[in-house]
């Protein structure tokens, strides 16, 4: 198979263009300056997470998409939150599925993130509201790339089917769009509803991290990347699942030194809560 690499826009997002990635091809410059920037969650460093401002202020810092965790209430709405309850992120307790769309629109979901940070506290995150995902496609429009996540979809059946007719029905740009989930079965659904739309297996290493040439093989029959946690990968292991022909975009890189460290070792792209920082290393400061 062909090998790509996908290029952070400027603009937009140019996913396709092909790159040869083997040593000594591309220079140092050009490599950073490929790397794409996911803010995940929004810049949540900066602002409460899955929030419009979180997600305003990602682009606003040079993030490549916006990515968004979906849950789904009780009455059938995609919703963006990343916990399958509202108690770390507003105001409330209990389960998302527990809770009408209505019901969720009554919390808070940014006095929290004041409370614990702090240092990136702002009177106007209070009173922020958890927004649908149908409120993200109407607030950014249909040619933004977005990165979208389905959480716990055994816990939501039928959230494919929801999320697909939302994009068709916003006329989501599919060239751009990724969706991606730890559940194998949940992007193999998205690939039989829609086997254009493009999908990211995402992974978790609790130690040294190795994946096997039949792992790849079988991630590439539905997938066209990997979305590893950072912690374990070692350089072997990118470069593995690179030569491929998947693209690796590891979660969550937040300071720049790992960052760098892991466009090194020629990872395509990652995750951060920080996407001004990783902006800054793409452009070698």
Request: a negative charge; zero cysteines; hydrophobic letters at 35%.
């Amino acid at each position: 198979m062909k090998k790509t690499k996908w290029l952070s826009v400027i603009g937009a997002l140019a996913i396709g263009v092909s790159l040869t990635v083997s040593a000594g091809t591309v220079s140092a410059k050009e490599k950073y300056k490929e790397i794409v920037n996911v803010s995940h969650r929004g810049a949540s460093g900066h602002a409460p997470e899955h929030t419009i401002t979180a997600y305003k202020m990602g682009e606003k810092m040079h993030g490549d998409y916006i990515e968004v965790d979906l849950q789904m209430t009780s009455d059938g709405k995609l919703i963006a939150m990343h916990d399958e309850t509202v108690d770390r992120t507003t105001n409330g307790t209990g389960l998302v599925k527990d809770y009408t769309l209505e019901e969720i629109k009554q919390l808070d979901a940014g006095s929290w993130f004041n409370e614990k940070y702090p240092e990136y506290a702002n009177p106007d995150y209070a009173g922020l509201k958890v927004p649908t995902l149908e409120e993200v496609f109407k607030t950014f429009g249909k040619n933004k790339n977005y990165y979208i996540e389905t959480k716990s979809p055994d816990v939501y059946p039928g959230m494919e089917k929801e999320l697909l007719r939302l994009i068709n029905e916003y006329d989501i740009n599919k060239d751009t769009l990724l969706v991606q989930s730890f559940s194998a079965e949940s992007l193999k659904t998205m690939h039989e509803l829609d086997p254009s739309v493009k999908l990211v297996q995402l992974l978790s290493y609790r130690s040294n991290a190795v994946i096997t040439d039949s792992e790849i093989a079988a991630i590439k029959e539905y997938a066209l990347g990997v979305g590893p946690n950072h912690t374990y990968l070692n350089e072997e292991y990118v470069q593995k699942v690179v030569k491929s022909g998947l693209e690796i975009h590891p979660y969550t890189v937040n300071d720049k030194e790992t960052m760098s460290k892991l466009i090194d070792w020629g990872v395509t792209g990652m995750f951060t809560n920080f996407p001004d920082r990783l902006h800054e290393v793409k452009k070698g400061k």
